[in-house]
């Protein structure tokens, strides 16, 4: 009688990566509803319970898309108090450096 060892295990496949735009595409036509999850599965090669929780993530992120942002790159805020206070500054600080100038006479004409 043959010794009982573990049984062979098949090659585990590659994890597949799958673009966002792929995911997209897969839970907008689960969202669509005119296929069933199990014909998507079969037509995209994915997992029945993966197309859900793609569908589950668009439905529960589309909010953000209307929301505050819009889904664009939002401009930074501009404090035009601490501009106008750094512009008086260097006003100052060029106007105080041309006076010296002019009485060391090394400026000679006006630009």
């Known amino acids: 009688m043959p010794a ?19 995911k997209a595409k897969v839970a907008l036509a689960a969202i669509k509803g005119d296929r ?21 993530q668009l ?9 505050p942002g819009g889904g664009k790159a939002t401009e930074p805020v501009v404090d035009v108090k601490a501009l106008h206070a750094k ?3 260097l006003t100052l600080e060029n106007d105080f450096l041309e006076g010296a100038l002019n009485k060391a006479g090394l400026l000679s004409a006006k630009r």
């Open 4 to 22: 009982a060892g573990p049984a062979p295990r098949a090659a585990t496949p590659p994890r597949r990566n799958h673009t966002p735009a792929f």
């Open 36 to 56: 069933t999850i199990a014909q998507l599965a079969e037509q995209f090669d994915v997992h029945p319970n993966q197309i859900t929780i793609w569908k589950s």
């Open 59 to 67: 439905e529960n992120g589309a909010a953000d898309v209307f929301g």
């Open 87 to 89: 512009i008086g500054e």
